[in-house]
């Protein structure tokens, strides 16, 4: 079976004789080429972003975007006269996006070529292959989820955010409590699952142990009443930031197993992460068990190492873990920590279930 390709993140579009029939500077009312608005439409549609990299006026390519209705699709739009290369580069850095998750569309052979030498990794396309692409392989998610469907609102309020940020003057803690947020943990359902599988192939940075589970697999421990599948979800007054977590969660008579927790590289700054760990621990002394967390080092997931770590997990041994057996994947290591009551969140509210109880959600 062939290998399925690394599904685009962004694809960056040139203007003049790519978006839009003509030259801009020669003719300021050129109009799309037909079925241009449509590929832009249905690649949105499907959480693909979408960019600008053009040789052109700012404010007359922007102006006329406007009138053409599409300025709303492009984040982080490169308009001006420097190298296609380095806008690619920057929109990508600016996403925190790999390279080899950017796509370009561009009519000329000699700037595509510029950007492929520059950026190998980026994959070009000739702007005849346009309404081609929404057919690709590489532009076709598995599953298209709810989340998908508003990434690129997710990622415009989350811009805004950050420009709030920058002209806050104070204490990080002091900005998140303005923001009103408001992170829910919930037992994931068969809706949910989708969504569960998209988190744990997209993130990477913050994913435990790299572990990819199936649909399939996430629906059959969903009826496991040994195991938990919880997601969460974080909103503020910009909107929603969508699914940004996963625990799995395998029940012992003595020790919680925590064999996968994966959170969204977005939510980082926000302290997600710390609160979701806090969470667990404490709902973990309140039931009076361990924890013990399954983790693999990979190349690009130091900062989970680090949240665990300043969670109080550690490599002690403890006569608990004998009950888990040999990891089942090569590389996994286990952390233990003996669990104690944690303060709840000071800069966002929490919902969140009883996992000691088949009670009813609470609320910090």
Not at 103 to 116: G, H, K, Q, S, Y
Not at 338 to 351: H, K, Y
Request: net charge negative.
């Amino acid at each position: 079976m062939a290998e399925k390709p690394t599904l685009v993140k962004c694809l960056v579009w040139d203007l003049d004789n790519t978006v839009w029939d003509g030259t801009l500077l020669e003719d300021s009312n050129v109009e799309l080429f037909p079925g241009i608005l449509d590929t832009i439409v249905e690649l949105d549609s499907r959480g693909v972003l979408h960019s600008v990299s053009s040789k052109n006026d700012h404010d007359l390519a922007w102006k006329r975007l406007e009138e053409l209705g599409l300025a709303e699709y492009f984040v982080h739009p490169q308009i001006g006269w420097g190298r296609k290369s380095d806008a690619v580069k920057l929109i990508a850095e600016r996403l925190n996006f790999a390279e080899k998750t950017i796509a370009f569309i561009d009519d000329l052979p000699t700037e595509r070529a510029e950007v492929t030498f520059h950026a190998p990794e980026v994959r070009c396309y000739p702007a005849d292959r346009a309404g081609e692409l929404t057919g690709l392989p590489e532009f076709s998610p598995e599953t298209v989820t709810v989340d998908s469907r508003r990434r690129r609102e997710m990622y415009q309020a989350s811009f805004r955010r950050d420009a709030e940020k920058d002209n806050f003057n104070g204490p990080d803690e002091d900005f998140l409590r303005t923001l009103d947020l408001v992170m829910e943990i919930k037992r994931a359902d068969q809706e949910d699952i989708s969504r569960v599988e998209e988190l744990t192939l997209r993130t990477s940075q913050m994913n435990a142990t790299g572990v990819h589970y199936s649909d399939a697999a996430l629906r059959a421990l969903l009826v496991d009443p040994d195991h938990e599948v919880l997601t969460v979800n974080l909103a503020d007054r910009f909107g929603p930031h969508g699914a940004v977590g996963v625990l799995l969660l395998e029940r012992h008579a003595e020790l919680w197993h925590l064999k996968l927790l994966a959170t969204s590289c977005r939510v980082v700054t926000f302290g997600a992460g710390a609160v979701l760990l806090n969470w667990l621990i404490d709902q973990a002394a309140q039931a009076g068990v361990h924890l013990v967390a399954d983790f693999k080092r990979t190349e690009r997931n130091r900062m989970m190492d680090i949240a665990y770590r300043f969670a109080g997990f550690a490599d002690d041994p403890c006569a608990c873990v004998a009950v888990l057996g040999e990891p089942g994947a090569e590389g996994v290591n286990r952390l233990h920590l003996v669990a104690d009551r944690r303060e709840g969140p000071t800069t966002m509210r929490l919902t969140s279930p009883d996992l000691t109880t088949a009670g009813e959600d609470a609320v910090a």
